[in-house]
């Protein structure tokens, strides 16, 4: 294959997962919302209180779980059996010990929340990470083969199903044990649609070698994945400890309609990524010409996304979810403009993965991490808005220093890097101002927010059109060229 033809295929690759998986991450966050709105209108934000409070501990043993791996194997040139069948094995041990970790530490967390409830709750939520265990293997396959579409369905097919389990349970007064059942069967059905996709089969011969020199790579992306994980899920720890259960119920209604949002970019960038850059990571130059065009576009869906959430974020869950969870909204407000900047983070820390920094990556990570806690924990008797308006500002700034290491990497120089970003963040921010203030005079929040989707939507293409946008231009002949070849 010529130099030509394999770029060609690769802009195919890229083009094409990024926006399939935009698309399908759409779709899925839509199933989400389906089943969230339904949720929350039966559910109060005292129902959501404890399952936020276990957030952080779901998400550290997350990050236990998978050590790295899936990452590991997708920067591999070659991947044998003996490979996946290491990772398949390793990952069921793991999650059995952390399961009865976890299950002896349950009074240990209801005792620092002050929860009692948590003691029994926490031992069934749990169950999840023995059943994700199976899946780890299957989900680096379909990873590290660009198989986006077929993880798109699997997670499709897992929101509907579970979200009909937790629906049921809430309808017959079952409350938080419905939304645990709903995260337990989520992760079941996933897996087994992975498994169904994955042509690859474990066998009872096992060689764990693979293990050093995929652990010589993952454990500080592990080491990473934990710093990260607690990092996102901070607030809810922080509320548990120094605020009411409700107050954690509320923001744990907020981070799930902002990661609704969020995941449709950051799904799309992060599907593609880290396995696109890392087949050209031989060649800087041409890595940094594919980075910047994934950056251009991811810039160019991410901020009008989710700035435009932020200004509807009032009238929408007042819409959708009623009045009870208004708290939520303010909260959702501040949490979407910081959403504009995350899938811009998620680009560069998948740029250093590609180029083997699992190093910078992950210490990086840990001061980021730690310096997020130490404002959290001076600022928390001061509210949680001012807490929230210094994490986001704190995390959006911290780009600077991803920057300064992806520089270091591919030469993205900081002119570059605000040429190709810049235009996109002050073109949407502008246009969400103005049509703030366009609508202000609009009473009803059904036609506030009909009024507002549609003028902002209508301003951002229409501008981008008239300075011939080339991001607007490949969307727009990507999907009539699928609508042709149908």
């Known amino acids: 294959m010529t130099k030509e033809s394999t770029t060609h295929s690769l802009k195919q690759t890229v083009a094409k997962g990024m926006l399939w998986g935009g698309l399908s991450n759409t779709v899925c966050q839509l199933l989400s919302l389906v089943f969230g709105v339904y949720l929350a209108r039966i559910l109060s934000p005292d129902d959501y209180g404890p399952i936020g409070m276990l957030a952080i501990f779901s998400a550290i043993a997350g990050s236990l779980q998978d050590s790295g791996f899936v990452a590991a194997i997708a920067n591999r040139k070659t991947v044998t059996h003996d490979d996946y069948n290491a990772v398949f094995w390793f990952n069921i041990i793991i999650s059995l010990l952390m399961y009865a970790v976890l299950f002896f530490c349950a009074p240990l967390i209801a005792d620092f929340f002050n929860q009692p409830v948590l003691v029994d709750l926490s031992r069934y939520n749990f169950l999840g990470f023995v059943v994700a265990g199976f899946g780890i293997a299957p989900s680096a396959y379909l990873f590290r083969e660009l198989k986006v579409k077929q993880k798109s369905i699997a997670l499709m097919l897992a929101i509907s199903i579970s979200g009909t389990v937790g629906i049921i349970m809430a309808l017959n007064g079952n409350s938080y044990w419905g939304i645990a059942t709903q995260s337990i069967v989520y992760v079941l059905v996933r897996t087994v649609v992975c498994w169904y996709y994955t042509p690859w089969r474990p066998s009872l011969k096992v060689n764990f070698a693979p293990l050093r020199y995929l652990f010589a790579f993952s454990y500080r992306l592990l080491i990473t994945n934990l710093f990260q994980r607690f990092n996102w899920n901070i607030f809810s720890f922080i509320l548990g400890k120094f605020y009411k259960r409700t107050d ?62 932020s200004l509807v ?21 501040i949490l979407a403009i910081w959403g504009g ?12 993965v590609s180029r083997g920094k699992a190093r910078t990556f992950m210490w990086c990570t840990i001061v980021q991490g730690v310096l997020t806690l130490s404002m959290l924990l001076l600022l928390h008797p001061y509210g949680i808005k001012n807490m929230l308006i210094a994490y986001c500002v704190f995390n959006a ?37 103005a049509t703030y203030f366009a609508t202000t005079f609009i009473t009803s929040p059904y036609i506030l927010l009909a009024a507002r989707i549609a003028i902002a939507a209508t301003l951002y293409i229409g501008f981008n059109y008239l300075m011939r946008s080339k991001e607007l231009s490949e969307i727009v002949n990507f999907v009539f060229k699928r609508k042709k070849d149908l």
């Open 248 to 309: 954690v119920g509320n923001y744990t209604k907020s981070a799930e309609w902002f990661n609704m949002g969020g995941e449709i970019v950051n799904g799309m960038v992060n599907a593609v990524a880290q396995p696109v850059l890392a087949k050209v990571v031989d060649d800087s130059e041409r890595q940094l010409r594919v980075f910047r065009k994934m950056l251009r576009f991811t810039a160019f869906v991410a901020f009008p996304l989710m700035f435009g959430l």
């Open 313 to 333: 974020s009032k009238e929408l869950i007042i819409i959708v979810i009623t009045e009870k969870w208004l708290e939520s909204a303010e909260m959702l407000q």
């Open 341 to 352: 900047f995350m899938p811009i983070q998620s680009m560069l820390t998948n740029l250093l």
């Open 397 to 433: 700034l911290w780009l600077l220093v991803w920057h300064r290491f992806a520089n270091k990497e591919i030469k993205l120089t900081l002119q570059m890097f605000v040429s190709d970003t810049l235009p996109y963040l002050l073109t949407a921010a502008t246009i969400m101002i």
